[in-house]
C-alpha cells in the first residue's frame, strides 16, 4: 500500500517503541522505507525489521530513554508500546495496574520528557512530531481491561496537553486503532475474534500497515496543521451498534 515513490522522511530519525511487533514493526518499516534513519525499541530480544537498528529496552525505565537519547537527535518519535492483562478490576493486582500503567502511559510521559525538548524540526516544519499509539478501548468500556482502558484514556488526554506544552515547537497526535491482526491476538480464540470482526463496518481485521500509514501521515510535514488531534483507525468498530 505505500507509494514507493514517497519519501517523507529522507534524512530524518525516527525512533519507535514496539517496534519489533505488529503495529509498530510495520510504523517502523513505513518510516524506513520513505528514508527515515529508524530506532525500534523492544524488550524481545532482537528487532524483526531490516533496515532498522535496534535497542533492547523497557520503556517504562528512564534509562532506557537516555540510551535513546544517545543514539542522537531524532524528529520523530512514536510510542507505541503497550502491556495488557485481561481480568476485571477485582481480580487485577495491584502489580499487575502498575505495569499496565507504567508500560502504557508512563512510558509515552517518559519518551516527551527526554525528547521533545530537543526535537529538530522536520521538512521545514518548526519542530518534531511525536505521534501515540492509544486505542479504541479509550472510548468504550469492554470487560476485562481496566488498566489497559485507563492507560490508553490517559494516552488521549496526555497526547492534547503534549500538544499544548509542545507547540508551535512540535506537534503530538494519537491514532486509536480498533481490531488489528498482530500477534497481540494470540491470546484470543477464534470466537472472539470473530465478534471483534463483526463488531466493524468493514467486516474484517485491520492490518498493521494499514495503522503503520497513518501514524506516518502524522508524523509527516503532510499533517502540518495537526496537533492534539486523537485518530479513530478502526474499520468503523467505534461507530456501529450491534442490535441482535
Ligand atoms: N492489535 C490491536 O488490535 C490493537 C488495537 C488497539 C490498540 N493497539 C495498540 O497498538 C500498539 C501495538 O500493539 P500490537 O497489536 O502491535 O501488539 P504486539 O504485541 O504485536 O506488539 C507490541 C510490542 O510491544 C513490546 N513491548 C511490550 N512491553 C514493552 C516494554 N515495556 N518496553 C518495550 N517494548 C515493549 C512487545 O515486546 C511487542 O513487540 C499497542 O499500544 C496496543 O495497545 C492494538
Known sequence: MSDPGMRRFAGRRAVVTGGASGIGAATAARLAAEGAAVLAVDVAPEG?????????GDVSKEETWERVAAWGPVD???SNAAAVQVAPAHETSLASWDRQLSVGLTATFLAARRLLPGMSGISGLPGGSMVVTSSVHALVGLPGHPAYAAAKGGLTALTRQLAVEY???ARVNCVLPGPVMTPAWDRVDERGRADSVRATVLGRFGEPEEVAAVIAFLASAEAS???GAC??????WSVVKDSA
Open 48 to 56: 524483526r525489521v531490516a533496515g532498522v537498528e535496534y535497542l533492547r
Open 76 to 78: 520523530v518519535v512514536v
Open 167 to 169: 507547540g508551535p515547537y
Open 225 to 227: 496543521f495537526m496537533t
Open 231 to 236: 485518530v479513530v483507525v478502526d474499520g468503523g
